[in-house]
């Protein structure tokens, strides 16, 4: 397992822009795939992007070209750069980690960091 911390949180207004920031710690961090999930008040933990270790990317239909995954191999970090971002993005945005391949399954993820809030006001 990885250990995982988020930065880069915070309150933003619509259309605006935020990055998020995980820094992994622990073996084998290239052997990881990432992925970015958030959970908003009364709602599920859902898929918001991953990126396995050779790059390949993959986003949830709702990003629809407004958010950017990346992930530095070299400095164990992995971004999510948010643009043009709406009050229904508003949630608790968490960094995770897992071994294989991506997939949008929470439950299958082992490795969490504790979150990132990120507010959008309209």
């Known amino acids: 397992q990885v250990q995982l911390v988020e930065s880069g949180g915070g309150l933003v207004q619509a259309g605006g822009s935020l990055r998020l920031s995980c820094a992994a710690s622990g073996r084998d961090f290239n052997s990881h795939v990432m992925a970015w999930f958030r959970q908003a008040p009364g709602k599920e933990r859902e898929f918001v992007a991953g990126?396995?270790?050779?790059?390949?990317?993959y986003y949830a239909d709702f990003v629809e070209g407004r958010f950017t995954i990346s992930r530095d191999n070299a400095k164990n970090t992995v971004d999510l750069l948010m643009n043009s971002l709406k009050p229904e993005d508003t949630a608790v945005y968490y960094c995770a980690a897992r071994r294989e391949w991506v997939v949008s399954d929470s439950s299958e993820y082992d490795s969490w960091g504790q979150g990132t809030q990120v507010t959008v006001s309209s």
């Open positions: 990126i396995a270790w050779r790059y390949t990317t």
